[in-house]
């Protein structure tokens, strides 16, 4: 934990202006996410920071979830990943951001009653925040130690939908600039887990300052190729796919 907090304490860029606009703009347009989707990504994610956090009991991190829809994923990593056990436990706080506000309004009313109906223990209304990412910026409550934007950082389900559609909707250069936004958020030593993009975070400006982090990422979403406008075929090693990274330095 103390090189986490080395690291947040450090200076990082702000977002540049264009990359906090497609930041604020709407990407993928379905809404549906369901609780505990993507198990291995969280077990993995929970390792690494615990990994960094041995000997600090009452851990607090700052999570992000990025695209939050009806709240689902902000309320599997309040509730069975950071459970907050009411005394030197994990105390976590995790933000849930989108654009779309009836979904926000249905993850807020989940979070309390999550809050009042979990076997008796007691929850903090205050671990969990839904906001509207068009009036607040992500950056207004990081640095982050783990950010998620699972299935939001593509063009994905819509009728008709191909590469040729995907390029133009969500171009490359936006998915470029989604990942700067998310980046200026993020601690150095922080958790970048994006399953589900229409691009690879490999070929990405930003990907040279993070590393791999193995863990079974499940993408169902097909990856397309700028240069060919044609779709990918799965880069998936027996499972473990890039989709979990690590960021090891800032862009200064
Ligand atoms: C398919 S849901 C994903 C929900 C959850 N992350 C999951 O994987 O289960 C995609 C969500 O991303 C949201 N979204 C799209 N662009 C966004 C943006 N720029 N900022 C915040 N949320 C965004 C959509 O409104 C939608 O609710």
């Known amino acids: 934990m103390e ?6 304490s450090r200076q990082q860029p702000a977002a540049t202006k264009q990359q906090q606009e497609v930041g604020q703009s709407q990407i993928q347009l379905s809404h549906a996410s369901y609780m505990n989707r993507y198990p291995d990504e969280y077990e993995a994610v929970r390792e690494y920071l615990h990994g960094h956090d041995s000997k600090n009991k009452a851990s607090k991190y700052k999570l992000l979830s990025f695209g939050s829809a009806t709240g689902e994923e902000a309320i599997t990593l309040a509730t069975m990943y950071y459970p907050d056990n009411g005394g030197g436990g994990d105390n976590t706080v995790i933000f849930g951001v989108d654009l779309h506000q009836e979904s926000i ?6 979070w309390v009653a999550a809050t009042t109906n979990n076997g008796g223990k007691i929850i903090p209304e205050s671990k969990v925040t839904f906001l ?8 207004a409550h990081g640095l982050y130690d783990a950010i998620f934007a699972n299935s939001v950082l593509c063009y994905h389900g819509t009728k008709g939908v191909n590469p040729e559609s995907i390029l133009k909707k969500y171009p490359f250069e936006q998915f470029e600039s989604s990942l700067g936004y998310l980046d200026a958020s993020l601690k150095v030593g922080g958790v970048l887990a994006i399953v589900n993009t229409n691009y690879h975070f490999s070929r990405s400006e930003i990907s040279k300052r993070y590393t791999p982090l193995l863990a079974k990422c499940a993408n169902f979403v097909p990856k397309v190729d700028a240069e060919t406008v044609a779709y990918e075929r799965s880069d998936n ?6 989709c979990v990274w690590v960021k090891k330095e800032a862009n200064l």
Do not use: L, P, V
Request: aromatic residues 0%; without cysteine; hydrophobic residues 25%.
């Open 105 to 110: 309004d249905k993850a807020r009313a989940s």
């Open 132 to 139: 509207n990412g068009k009036d607040t910026s992500i950056s």
């Open 237 to 242: 090693k027996n499972g473990m796919e890039d």
């Open 3 to 8: 090189e986490m907090q080395a690291d947040a």
